[in-house]
Structures are given as structure tokens and as C-alpha cells.
């Protein structure tokens, strides 16, 4: 039976990594998920026959119900504008789970020093639960907080306790390691107390939260793929400690996929790993327009201008932001670039890897609205094509277009690579009105003088630029 167990659990990890594999491209993404669902099906199957307790699958039954009642409804029905703040939860209920099931496995062998079945209390599975429940906990209480400043429970701003923040996370990180030390040593001589289990998790949650607190708003797509590869590795420290392959395997593939992410999206904003999780940028003072105390007025629009620009374009970039997601304006911009197309104007979509609010979100947006996948272009790609562009569209985005990235030295942003827009012939920015992006500073590229804004939502906008186009 066991052999059959661990053929089932390399059947189901197989399934994992070839899903893993169809999520590279929006043609198999269905289908990628599709297998890895058939695999964690596989996996729960084998995990039925390893307990070999019926008396247990009714619990685990119970559980399954659940999670699929809790699970489903969100994931059908969530707007793709709060796909972020989900995948934050989704991954949030991953950590807390692995914790509490460190926690359990730390109860059901009284505190490590007695196992069932005549087991002694071996190093991987006391250090693996006891790392699962610190990676754990931290990852738990800091997707919430991820969560909330993304839904807006929370502000968007940093929060944090200035010089003393650091002093207080390296505190908490202590309490939280020295729990886990005092654990360890005590499971050979008879376990400890509970409550130092207690004060391990919740040293831990604090420390998730006072990590995650202090860093702002423009970091959060970071963060959270830096959470989620947390939540990988605890999931393979549990499974090590339950000696349960698919988990380590899953666990490991989500950690090394989560942490190769992480530090593509830190280089795409010139920013270091360590910077992002000591916090303080993000939503902080709002940056001049124009140097020197100089106020500049921004140039407005209409529709029907915007219309005859892109018409006799050659070539008409749209560089899609946060605001086209709010607006569910992918639609409207998919029907306005075939009638631009139509005329025999070429087309296509810069994408900046942190633009919205999680890795691919705009590529999602565009690949809704059945965009090719060919005219998306990625900022590597598209860069070295703004100079020569009759019309730049900017849709909503505001700190991946903002040129102070590269000009201003004092600028909260300088160094992070951004799109190129500021060098197109022509550019129209659609935003609801001149309030700064969700790093909190201001954008020049807004005063240019060969920038125009079209101001109002961006759903009716792009709408009322299609019928000026239709009658032309």
C-alpha cells in the first residue's frame, strides 16, 4: 500500500510541474490549471490511503466541503480589478494552514517528545514544523495585511514606527526564534510547555504584520509574490516534517517559482528585496510636477480630437494602467484598436512587468478581452519602438510611465526602469482626474506639451473615442 502511495504522490507532483508548465502562455493556462487540479485531486486520494483511519476521512471530508463552499464562490465571481487583493488571501489561508498544522503536529506529540507507534522525535520533523510555523505565521498575517491595503480597509501609505521599526521587527524575529530553539532543545527531555508554541506563532504573526505594514502601496505587487514564496517553503517544511512528498514537492515549486518572480519584479523597479521589506516606499509625499516651486497646467482633451490623432497614426501604442482595471475597459479597447486597425494603423500594448496590482494582471485584462497575445509587447520589447511612434494611449497608468524614473535624481522612483511613453510623437493620457498613481508622487509627463489628457472614466472614454472613430 505504501508503494502505491508514493506512486500516486509522484503522479500528482509530475501533474504539478507540467500544469506549472501550461501557465507560461495564455493558449494553455486552462488547460495548466486543469491538470494541476487533477493532480491535487490525486494527491488527496493518496493521502486517504496513507491514513488508512476511515474514522479520520469523515474529517477530512467535512474539510474538503468546506474549502469548496469557501473557495469557489470568490474565485467565479471576484472582478478581475480585485484579483490581486484574492490571490493575497488565497495565499494568506496557505500559510495559516501550514502554522496550524505545525501547531497540531506540536499537540499531538506533546510538545514533540512522545510519537505514536514507538517513533522517537527525529531533527526533520521538529526543525521542519517549527520552521512551518514561523514561515507560516508571517505569511498569514502579512498577506492580510496585503489584502487590506489593497481592498483599501487599510492605507495604501506606509505605516510603521519609524527608527524604532526595525528594532521592533529584529525583537519580534527573536521572541519568535528563541520559542523555536527552547521547543527544540525541550523535545528530548520530556517537551515544553504549550504556551511557548503560543508565543512562537504569535511573535510570528506580529512580525508578519509589522513587516508588511511599513511598506507601501507601489511595493505590494512585490510583496506579495515574495508572501506567496514564503507560503512555498513553509508548505515543504511541513511536508518534510509529515513526511508527505507531494507537499514538499508542491511546496518547493511554489517557493523557487514565487522567489524567481519576486526578484524579476524587484529589478523591474531598481529596488533590492531587503529595501522593499524595510518599508517606506510607496504613498509617500507627493513629488513637484515642475521644478523649482514652478505649477504647470495640464492640456485637455476631447474624445473627437483623440480620435482623428490615432486615425492618421502610423503606429498607436496603448500602455494600459490600473485605471482601465477599475474601468473594465479592456473591452471598449480591444473594439477601438480593430477600428484603428481597420484604417491601417498598426497597433500594440507596452507592458510594464508591475503594472496594476499583481505579475501578468494587465496580459490577464487584454487576454480577456481576446487581445492577441503577439502585440503585447513586454518593456524590454517595446521601449526602443516609443521614438518612432505617432500616439502613445496611456490608459490609467501613472508611476511606470513617469519619466522623473530616469531624470530626476530626487525623485522616490529614479532608477526604476519605466516605459518610454514621454518619447512618442504624441501622447493622450485617460485618467479620472490629475490625482497621483499608487506610489503617491507626481507624474510630468502629464504637463508635457506633447501630452494631452482625456479625463473621466475610462471605460466611456475609450467608448466615446470609438464612436468618433466610427464616424470619421
Given at each position: 500500500m505504501d508503494y502505491l502511495v508514493n506512486i500516486l504522490y509522484i503522479v500528482a507532483f509530475s501533474m504539478f510541474i507540467y500544469g506549472l508548465m501550461g501557465l507560461t502562455g495564455p493558449k494553455t493556462a486552462v488547460r495548466g490549471n486543469q491538470i494541476a487540479a487533477v493532480g491535487m485531486a490525486i494527491a488527496v486520494i493518496?493521502?486517504?490511503?496513507?491514513?488508512r483511519d476511515t474514522s479520520q476521512w469523515i474529517l477530512i471530508a467535512l474539510g474538503l466541503v468546506v474549502g469548496v463552499a469557501l473557495g469557489i464562490p470568490p474565485a467565479r465571481y471576484t472582478k478581475m480589478t480585485a484579483m490581486p487583493q484574492l490571490v493575497a488571501l488565497f495565499n494568506g489561508v496557505g500559510g495559516g494552514t501550514v502554522a496550524l498544522i505545525a501547531w497540531a503536529e506540536f499537540l499531538d506529540t506533546s510538545?514533540?517528545?512522545?510519537?505514536?507507534?514507538?517513533?522517537?522525535?527525529?531533527?526533520?520533523?521538529?526543525?521542519?514544523?517549527?520552521?512551518?510555523?514561523?514561515?507560516?505565521?508571517i505569511s498569514f498575517w502579512g498577506s492580510l495585511v496585503a489584502f487590506g491595503k489593497l481592498q483599501e480597509i487599510l492605507p495604501g501609505r506606509p505605516i510603521g514606527l519609524g527608527r524604532l521599526q526595525q528594532p521592533v521587527n529584529l525583537l519580534l524575529l527573536i521572541v519568535a526564534v528563541g520559542a523555536a530553539v527552547l521547543i527544540g532543545l525541550g523535545a528530548s527531555e520530556g517537551g515544553v510547555d504549550p504556551w511557548w508554541m503560543v508565543i512562537l506563532l504569535v511573535g510570528a504573526g506580529v512580525l508578519g504584520l509589522m513587516v508588511v505594514l511599513p511598506i507601501g502601496g507601489a511595493d505590494m505587487p512585490v510583496v506579495i509574490s515574495l508572501l506567496n514564496a514564503l507560503t512555498g517553503l513553509s508548505a515543504a517544511a511541513a511536508g518534510l516534517a509529515l513526511n508527505n512528498t507531494a507537499m514538499i514537492v508542491a511546496g518547493?515549486?511554489?517557493?523557487?517559482?514565487?522567489?524567481?518572480?519576486?526578484?524579476?519584479?524587484?529589478?523591474?523597479?531598481?529596488?533590492?528585496?531587503?529595501?522593499?521589506?524595510?518599508?517606506?516606499?510607496?504613498?509617500?509625499?507627493?513629488?513637484?510636477?515642475?521644478?523649482?516651486?514652478?505649477?504647470?497646467?495640464?492640456k485637455a482633451t476631447s474624445a473627437a480630437d483623440a480620435a482623428i490623432q490615432m486615425a492618421y497614426a502610423n503606429q498607436?501604442?496603448?500602455?494600459?494602467?490600473?485605471?482601465?482595471?477599475?474601468?473594465?475597459a479592456q473591452h471598449a479597447v480591444k473594439e477601438m484598436a480593430s477600428l484603428l486597425e481597420a484604417k491601417g494603423?498598426?497597433?500594440?500594448?507596452?507592458?510594464?512587468?508591475?503594472?496594476?496590482?499583481?505579475?501578468?494582471?494587465?496580459?490577464?485584462?487584454?487576454a480577456e478581452a481576446d487581445v492577441e497575445y503577439d502585440v503585447m509587447k513586454e518593456m524590454d520589447d517595446i521601449n526602443g519602438e516609443f521614438n518612432r511612434t505617432d500616439v502613445a494611449l496611456v490608459i490609467g497608468a501613472n508611476d511606470v510611465t513617469n519619466p522623473s524614473a530616469r531624470e530626476d535624481a530626487s525623485s522616490p522612483i529614479y532608477g526604476m526602469p519605466v516605459l518610454n511613453v514621454d518619447q512618442a510623437r504624441s501622447v493622450i493620457v485617460l485618467k479620472r482626474s490629475m490625482n497621483s498613481g499608487f506610489a503617491g508622487i507626481d507624474n510630468p509627463l502629464f504637463y508635457a506639451d506633447h501630452t494631452s489628457m482625456l479625463f473621466g472614466d475610462a471605460k466611456k472614454s475609450v467608448g466615446a473615442v470609438t464612436e468618433e472613430l466610427k464616424a470619421l
Open positions: 493518496a493521502t486517504l490511503i496513507a491514513i510538545g514533540f517528545s512522545n510519537f505514536k507507534h514507538g517513533e522517537e522525535p527525529t531533527a526533520h520533523i521538529i526543525v521542519g514544523s517549527l520552521f512551518a510555523a514561523i514561515i507560516g505565521s518547493m515549486i511554489v517557493g523557487a517559482s514565487g522567489t524567481i518572480l519576486t526578484n524579476l519584479m524587484a529589478k523591474a523597479m531598481n529596488r533590492s528585496i531587503p529595501a522593499i521589506v524595510a518599508g517606506g516606499f510607496g504613498g509617500g509625499s507627493v513629488a513637484v510636477a515642475a521644478g523649482a516651486g514652478e505649477q504647470r497646467q495640464a498607436v501604442i496603448v500602455v494600459p494602467g490600473y485605471g482601465m482595471a477599475v474601468a473594465q494603423v498598426e497597433v500594440k500594448y507596452a507592458i510594464h512587468p508591475v503594472a496594476g496590482r499583481m505579475p501578468g494582471h494587465m496580459n490577464v485584462l487584454l
